[in-house]
């Protein structure tokens, strides 16, 4: 951005982050609608900030995996110890003349399930989207996985949205909460959606919760909804079912 001034910079950083005035905000889009340059170089930065956003996600993933990959490894090495142990009273049994019955290796718990089903959804961000809005600005923040931040940009948004956005944000605000580790203020979030394409995916989350609180009979109810059902995760659905059935 060689031909344009430092004090242009601030502007567009201002904008997008949602720092300037309604006003503010009016008058700088005026500019844009006539300056296509300009335009072009607030599009490059939006571009930067969602690549350094979902670069940060990213790392944030991989240390999940990573800690979900540590916790496999310990649960491998703790069936090894018990398989040892069961063989030791198998021996002691058998030296002793004594009838051995077999019990088998504990089931998976709720907390372990809940683990190996879980992964958090990523809140769109369109690239044609330029306005600095506050949803679009906590939509990043989620993405980067700040999520007490993006609660908090979320207070600022309008009560005047469509009823589709209002369920998409009651979607990743009930799933800020998850990761917070508030489930009951994200399961109020979660069943406050109408009908609309997030529902499915609430009835997933849902599920989730009820089944980490250790409540598997309401995580059935979820899973067995219409809405998932007749969606995407349906296979899934089936197996999480099969595994609280064992």
Known sequence: MSDLSLHTEELIERYLSGQMSAAEREGFEQILSSRPELE???????????????????SWRAAKRERFRRWEEEDRRGRLRW?????????????????YVFHP???VGPDKLFLSFYEVDTAPVPRNQL???KLLEGYLAFNQGEFVEALSIWKEV???????????????????YLELGQSTKAILALESLDTSAYQAKA???????????????????YL?????????LHPKAQLLLEHLSE
């Open 131 to 133: 306005s600095g809005s």
């Open 224 to 232: 067995s909804s219409n809405a998932i059902q007749a969606s995407f």
């Open 203 to 221: 009835h997933w989350y849902l599920a989730l919760i009820w089944l980490k609180e250790g409540y598997p009979d309401k995580a059935r109810v």
């Open 158 to 176: 309008p009560a005047s949205l469509d009823q589709f956005t209002r369920d998409e944000l009651a979607y990743f605000k009930g799933l800020s």
């Open 83 to 99: 398989g040892k142990l069961a063989a030791v009273i198998l021996i002691l049994f058998l030296s002793a003349g004594a009838a």
């Open 40 to 58: 072009q170089e607030v599009n490059k930065h939006l571009i930067a900030k969602g690549a350094a956003f979902k670069e940060g996600r990213d």
């Open 105 to 107: 290796a504990p089931q």
